[in-house]
């Protein structure tokens, strides 16, 4: 979830609870008269009485100063502590009735918790997770972020120089460094989830958003303050359903959302790359979930060398080997992914405002040499892990294939059922 202010700001707002779906929301203070304010038509009727909640403190502690963005699952507004006078965002579930083991009211609670026991400046952090003592509503108060994410950067800015795409998956990566520390696999890391939030001194700081389908993989002896993080007892993930985002999943992902280390999060932060180097992930052009799912698990992505021939090859090897479709090939870590881009950075990882920017006409007439380094490992792949990976492409197409017929004779049965009725 990010959230932003301003006289005229777009908030991205994500309730991944059980959803694949993002909305945008635009909102904007002063309109021209006679013109309607911009709405979400997403499951409009599970909307929120938001002209209710204004003005309303909740639990003493915050008032409610405007709505920042709503979705199929909730609203987040823009709140201030009645204490001290700090301006949070307040993240609140659309009424209904939840149930203790509800998968989105576990997920919700989750995700406050893991932002909350997670210190690193590079991860947006939650204050409090609650329930309203009137409605019974759950909600968070996270840490209210003034700027945009990587996906709105991209959309105004188109393919961004390399040196400055690095720079965000290296702060993002140690965001994703703490996370794993302590055995949550973020599983939906993508452009949305990563916000550059400014400072007042021009100064950027990535910051990783929503945890609401992280997987905590076992308990870790401690995780700071907040004592030690424990997996839910009542599992959130059915057999076969998939999580996260599938444009910016790993293979595996698909194939077994249960059986994922740290390792589909390297992948997805590779295909973040890779979309923020080329202005578009791989395999954006499929229209088709169906396909699209079968092209990530069988396929291997356009070669980033063609679609951005500007970018140079040792960050293009970079990207490959983070993206390898078997994820024994990959950064074994995080950490190893973030020490591989030290020497690709050697003023670090900074960031400033006015350095935001898009790839020019003339930087994109160069094109980079991308001739592999000599004896360089994986420069090639070996008869044999080619042979490897074509089984694995082999076993994943008949997966898909069965999966698709499958949904087909559903849908068929469904059909028959309705007119029956």
Known sequence: MAHSRGRATR???????????????????????????????????????CDRMMGRQILTDYEIVRVLGQGGMGTVYEARSTKTGRPVAIKWLHVRPFASDDPDLLRFEQEARIAGSLDSPHVAGAIAVDRDPETGVPFQVM??????????????????RPEIALRIVGQACEGLAAAHAVSVIHRDIKPENLFLARGGDGEVTV????????????????AGEGGALTAPAVSMTQSGQVIGTPLYMAPEQIENAKQVDARCDVYSMGVTLYAMLAGAPPHAHV?????LLY????????????????????VVRFVERA???????RFPSVEAMREALRPLLPEGVSLRQEALVGVT????????????????????????????????????????????IVLVVL???AVIFLLNR
């Open 411 to 413: 849908s068929i049965v």
């Open 207 to 222: 910051k990783l958003l929503d945890f609401g389908v992280a997987k905590i993989r076992r308990t870790p002896e401690a």
């Open 361 to 404: 006409d003339e930087e994109r007439k160069v094109v980079a040499t991308h001739a592999p380094e000599p004896g360089q490992a994986g420069a090639e792949r070996s008869a044999e892990t080619v042979k490897t990976a074509r089984a694995r492409a082999a076993e994943r197409a008949r997966w898909m294939a069965a999966a698709a």
């Open 287 to 291: 229209k088709s979930l169906v396909e």
């Open 295 to 314: 092209a990530i698990t069988t396929q291997p992505p356009p070669p980033l060398a063609e679609v951005a021939p500007w970018v140079r090859a040792e």
């Open 11 to 49: 908030a991205t707002v994500s309730f991944a609870c059980g959803s694949l779906l993002m909305v945008q929301h635009g909102i904007t203070e002063r309109r021209p008269r006679g013109r309607r304010a911009r709405r979400s038509l997403l499951f409009p009727w599970r909307g929120v009485p």
């Open 143 to 160: 840490e209210l972020l003034d700027g945009e994410d990587v996906r709105s950067l991209i959309a105004r800015a188109g393919p961004l």
């Open 323 to 329: 993206m390898a479709q078997a994820r024994e090939d």
